[in-house]
């Protein structure tokens, strides 16, 4: 899987989900095990192509959390999240990286954006690819709504309040146990017999 045939897949299907949950913030999950060279990962993608995902997240102008995970070949994930920073903020940084002590991980290129060297070929066809994407987005038609979950103003009075006074209390002194049982369970909060809905 290379830049071109994830984005045919990644941004129709990003788009149908957009318009379909219409959600007021998104957590994106930005692994790194998609880009060329990985260990385990088996796609061909390249920083471009793995930041061009979060840029086009960006253009739906909800607030996005983006998180990192995955990526087992270290200097592809350094680089991979260090170019998407840049993404986020908006900056364009160099190519070239810096003299740190870290320089030499980065050998032979010493670049932020490497050659992209296939370690597989891309065996999906066009055809594929279009099945895929398709059927994804007809099966987010057959959700009823966008998920969510209620958020209500719990009034003051929901929790009865703990009235014992602590300041005379005696630390070298038990309280008795159902006393201790009173706090901890609440009148409201659980039932017995008929009341029980469970």
Same mark, same amino acid.
């Given at each position: 899987?290379?830049? =071109?045939?994830?984005?045919?897949? +990644?941004?129709?299907?990003?788009?149908?989900?957009?318009?379909? +949950?219409?959600?007021?913030?998104? =957590?994106?999950?930005? #692994?790194?095990?998609?880009?060329?060279?990985? %260990?385990?990962?088996?796609?061909?993608?390249?920083?471009? #192509?793995?930041?061009?995902?979060?840029? +086009? *997240?960006?253009?739906?102008? /909800?607030?996005?959390?983006?998180? #990192?995970?995955?990526?087992?070949? *270290?200097?592809?994930?350094?680089?991979?999240?260090?170019?998407?920073?840049?993404?986020?903020?908006?900056?364009?940084?160099?190519?070239?990286?810096?003299?740190?002590?870290?320089?030499?991980?980065?050998?032979?290129?010493?670049?932020?954006?490497?050659?992209?060297?296939?370690?597989?070929?891309?065996?999906?066809?066009?055809?594929?690819?279009?099945?895929?994407?398709?059927?994804? =987005?007809?099966?987010?038609?057959?959700?009823?709504?966008?998920?969510? /979950?209620?958020?209500?103003? /719990?009034?003051?009075?929901? *929790?009865?309040?703990?009235? %014992?006074?602590?300041?005379?209390?005696?630390?070298?002194?038990?309280?008795?146990? !159902?006393? !201790?049982?009173? %706090?901890?369970?609440?009148?409201?909060?659980? +039932?017995? #017999?008929?009341?029980?809905?469970?």
């Amino acid at each position: 899987m290379d830049d =071109v045939s994830y984005r045919s897949i +990644y941004q129709p299907v990003i788009k149908a989900i957009m318009d379909h +949950y219409r959600p007021n913030v998104v =957590v994106l999950q930005c #692994g790194a095990d998609c880009l060329a060279a990985d %260990r385990l990962g088996c796609f061909n993608m390249s920083n471009y #192509g793995h930041g061009d995902c979060v840029r +086009y *997240m960006l253009e739906f102008d /909800v607030p996005v959390l983006v998180l #990192g995970g995955g990526g087992y070949t *270290m200097r592809n994930v350094a680089r991979c999240w260090t170019y998407e920073t840049s993404v986020l903020v908006g900056e364009e940084i160099s190519n070239d990286l810096p003299q740190t002590e870290y320089y030499s991980y980065f050998s032979p290129d010493f670049t932020l954006h490497p050659e992209t060297v296939c370690k597989m070929d891309n065996q999906n066809s066009k055809q594929y690819l279009d099945d895929i994407r398709r059927m994804t =987005v007809e099966n987010l038609k057959s959700v009823a709504s966008a998920p969510s /979950v209620q958020m209500q103003h /719990v009034p003051p009075d929901f *929790m009865k309040e703990d009235k %014992r006074d602590w300041s005379d209390d005696k630390p070298d002194e038990r309280e008795d146990f !159902s006393e !201790s049982l009173k %706090r901890v369970e609440m009148d409201n909060e659980y +039932y017995d #017999g008929d009341k029980d809905q469970d």
